[in-house]
């Protein structure tokens, strides 16, 4: 390093360090004060132990399943709406429909979850519209079901998935399929071998995105789910607020934490979701 750059290179580094150091602070310290708080004290693997029982480990299960259904259904509908946004719909109607696809994005999340209450409830909008026409004759109970914690989860994060993927879709070069058509390829076929391959790094970018944020949610199962519909984060939270084990409750999110870290890193190992991500 040359004398003249090095008070510029000093500068850059103090200014640099500042938000370093803010980062670190409020993200590998909490997560080191969680680590220290499920051992002690004394270094005891206790509190694993119990996260390890077989309560803990089903409402785990119940979580990371519910994540991936989430997300399944999610993609299964991101895809066609993605695909005619980017390839079929006319350019100036383009931004406002996308606009309007995202815009649980713009509203308040514990909002999002007390409309559907509203929608789904025994006297609801929901319930009312099906007597209306004749389908039913009571009223349904759909409301503090798995049915409207999965509705309530899909609801607000399909427009995450929208977005990741409408970038992917709207770089596919539309000549491939035409020249995948005029091959003979079929609709099927086209779907397979051309929009699937070229897109799937930003769905799978998506996918990673949002299925965490869904098996560890909080506010949808607290708002929507019923006593049986227990979730990690509703554990986590009981653990230090009602009952104020904070070591428990530590190990608890450290589990989850492993599980959300072990599935982050197989998608970083492929190149091109790394590169989906990053426009993140």
Do not use: Q
Request: net charge positive.
């Amino acid at each position: 390093m040359s004398t003249s750059n090095r008070p510029r290179r000093v500068r850059e580094a103090l200014i640099a360090a500042g938000p370093a150091s803010l980062a670190v602070l409020l993200g590998v310290v909490p997560i080191a004060v969680l680590l220290v708080e499920s051992v002690g004290p004394g270094l005891s693997l206790e509190n694993y132990a119990r996260a390890s029982e077989p309560l803990y480990r089903d409402t785990l299960a119940y979580s990371l399943a519910m994540g991936a259904a989430v997300t399944a259904v999610c993609l299964a509908v991101a895809y066609p709406v993605t695909y005619w946004l980017a390839h079929r719909c006319p350019a100036r109607y383009r931004l406002p429909t996308l606009v309007a696809l995202t815009l649980p994005l713009w509203l308040n999340y514990v909002v999002l979850n007390y409309a559907w209450v509203w929608i789904l409830a025994r006297g609801g909008l929901l319930n009312r519209v099906l007597a209306w026409v004749g389908v039913v004759s009571e009223p349904l109970d759909l409301l503090f079901t798995d049915v409207s914690v999965f509705v309530g989860f899909v609801y607000i994060y399909l427009p995450y998935v929208v977005l990741t993927l409408y970038v992917s879709m709207e770089r596919l070069d539309a000549r491939l399929m035409e020249a995948a058509r005029d091959l003979g390829a079929t609709s099927g076929r086209v779907v397979l071998d051309v929009i699937l391959p070229r897109t799937a790094p930003g769905a799978a970018a998506g996918a990673i995105v949002v299925y965490a944020r869904i098996a560890g949610a909080f506010t949808t199962p607290e708002i929507l789910g019923g006593p049986g519909e227990v979730m990690i984060a509703t554990l986590v939270v009981e653990a230090f607020r009602e009952f104020f084990d904070f070591g428990f409750g530590a190990a608890l999110s450290v589990v989850f934490l492993c599980v959300v870290v072990a599935g982050f890193a197989v998608g970083l190992r492929l190149p091109r979701v790394r590169g989906e991500l990053k426009r993140w």
